[in-house]
């Protein structure tokens, strides 16, 4: 059984940073897509990053290039987003998403796809 568990939500100030973190059970986290999504109230769901692990490629949102970043531990079997320069446009609550054989670079248009979520962990960025 896969499981995803975010954590490290909260509020902070504009201008602060935050490192969420993704836990995966169930299976090895180097083997498989694992990306970020956000929701915020009365908003779709968007993309905010993943990666392909393999060739190093990073993929993100445009509003959140430059401030986020997506890393991962594999001893861990942890996924992290970490969130610069955080602005009230962030607050949104924080999705972890995996799937197998989906590319990272598919995550974001292919969402509705994706087999395993996370519950999600909120953020709120005070102005």
């Known amino acids: 059984q896969v499981q995803l568990a975010e954590s490290g939500g909260g509020l902070v100030q504009a201008g602060d940073s935050l490192r969420l973190s993704c836990d995966v059970s169930?299976?090895?986290?180097?083997?498989?897509?694992v990306g970020w999504f956000r929701q915020a109230p009365g908003k779709e769901r968007e993309f905010v990053a993943a990666?392909?692990?393999?060739?190093?490629?990073?993929y993100y949102t445009d509003s959140v290039k430059g401030r986020f970043t997506i890393s991962r531990h594999n001893a861990k079997n942890t996924v992290y987003l970490q969130m610069n320069s955080a602005n009230p446009e962030d607050t949104a609550v924080y999705y972890c998403?995996?799937?197998?054989?989906?590319?990272?670079?598919?995550?974001?248009?292919?969402?509705?796809?994706?087999?395993?979520w996370g519950q999600g962990t909120q953020v709120t960025v005070s102005s």
């Open positions: 998403a995996a799937d197998w054989g989906m590319r990272a670079s598919d995550m974001g248009r292919r969402s509705s796809e994706l087999h395993y």
């Open positions: 169930g299976r090895d986290v180097s083997s498989y897509a």
């Open positions: 990666k392909d692990w393999s060739r190093g490629i990073s």
